[in-house]
């Protein structure tokens, strides 16, 4: 039977530009600009239902504006428009850049008004000192001198955190995707395959599930020892894909979007024979998802989960390379990374700085409707293995949505 796909309606368009509008009005603005450009979020989409990596300008009162980089953004949302439904928001130029804020906030009557900014002081973790241009904001302070802006980002993310029903329902479909996703990576992984097969086996579900995927596409990485994150360098380097043999570890991380709702799924595969480190490894990252999924409930600190899951690893002498959770749509509270790894390498300080307590979110309250990625990973020495799914935070605990991911198969 065809599966009838989620999607998003006016009456959830009407309800998140209210949410926003409430906030513009108990901040006291005129005007919103949300900067969505190279943004990990591509926060324009929220209030678009589209991304054209662009600059929705939103007023208290009106219509919006959706400036996009190009005329072939602007030609995609018309044509949608005509082909499958009406876009959220209807006047779309071209202008992502200082001078096209300006000229829009001047044609609206807003360079003597307060406007609020989204995208100067983000806090993504890849993207910690914002996203909007120097040269893009330089030009817009210096062309509104009149104006009085604030950074709203901070209040933004944690309002749009909560996710109502319909997007929650994208939220389980992009977890399915990513659930059949982790079976392909599962049936291609063999003896002798390459990375380059693996990857193509992921990214091949997902697109054509009719989902997409956040760059990298894909993180992966196979071998008996090895502590590389992010993309595998043939993916830039002129090198060639590595192939499995006996004794590897396969670590990867699949990013899926649905509706530009995202989720994702640390799969761990381990090809026999099995070393002893790697299996112990295996379970008390075990260990640390499940006290991820005791802890995580209304009315706890982010802190109190991110402890909670920490615990196993520090009964067990294990560190940890990467976060052990983090929230998702957006992907603003992060745990605490790097943690114990001086037991293996020292990690060059930027400028002697050293790395913050918590990252981010450490005293923020989980609430029902919020997504979290339950990513514990466990390392001893230069082993490591990371699981992890997706949550959703029910009224009295969690919803998992993903099974395949959330512990090591062994091939």
């Known amino acids: 039977m065809k599966e009838t796909l989620p999607t998003l309606s006016l009456r959830e368009r009407d309800r998140r530009w209210k949410l926003i509008r409430d906030l513009m009005s108990n901040k006291g603005l005129a005007c919103l600009i949300v900067a969505g450009l190279s943004g990990r979020e591509e926060f324009d989409g929220y209030l678009s239902n589209e991304s054209a990596n662009g600059i929705v300008v939103f007023p208290l009162e009106g219509e919006p504006t959706y400036l996009c980089w ?89 309002l749009i955190m909560v996710k109502s029903d319909e997007e929650l329902a994208l939220v389980r479909r992009s977890a399915r995707i990513g659930e059949r996703a982790c079976e392909a990576l599962l049936a291609t992984t063999k003896l002798g395959v390459g990375e380059g097969e693996m990857a193509a086996a992921v990214v091949q579900e997902i697109f054509s599930s009719g989902a997409g995927t956040r760059m990298p596409n894909i993180i992966l990485h196979t071998g008996v020892e090895n502590l590389s994150w992010g993309p595998p360098l043939w993916t830039y380097r002129a090198q060639p894909p590595r192939r499995v043999q006996k004794g590897d570890v396969v670590l990867s991380e699949v990013f899926v979007i649905y509706g530009g709702l995202e989720t994702q799924q640390q799969m761990c595969l381990a090809l026999s024979p099995v070393a002893q480190v790697d299996l112990e490894c295996a379970e008390v990252a075990r260990r640390s998802y499940e006290a991820g999924l005791r802890a995580l409930c209304p ?91 997706t949550v959703i935070v029910s009224e009295d605990g969690v919803e998992e949505l993903n099974e395949l991911a959330t512990q090591m198969r062994i091939v």
């Open 70 to 158: 190009a005329g072939t953004r602007v030609l995609r949302s018309k044509e949608n428009a005509q082909r499958v439904e009406n876009s959220w928001i209807e006047d779309v130029r071209v202008g992502a850049s200082g001078p096209g804020v300006v000229a829009v906030l001047k044609e609206r009557g807003f360079e003597t008004q307060t406007v609020g900014v989204v995208g100067i002081e983000i806090g993504s973790p890849q993207q910690p000192e914002g996203y909007v241009p120097f040269k893009t904001w330089s030009y817009v302070l210096s062309h509104l001198p009149k104006a009085s802006f604030i950074d709203v980002s901070r209040d933004f993310c944690d």
């Open 299 to 389: 009315g706890k600190k982010f802190r109190e989960v991110a402890e909670a899951m920490e615990e196993p690893l520090r009964e067990a002498g294990c560190w940890h390379l990467t976060p052990l959770i983090h929230s998702l749509n957006p992907l603003t509270w992060v745990g605490p990374t790097n943690v114990g790894i001086d037991q293996v390498l020292e990690i060059p300080k930027f400028g002697g700085m050293e790395q913050p307590d918590f990252p981010t979110g450490e005293d923020w309250i989980i609430k029902p409707g919020m997504v979290f990625e339950l990513e514990p990973n466990a390392c001893r020495g230069k082993h490591r293995i990371n699981i992890g799914g």
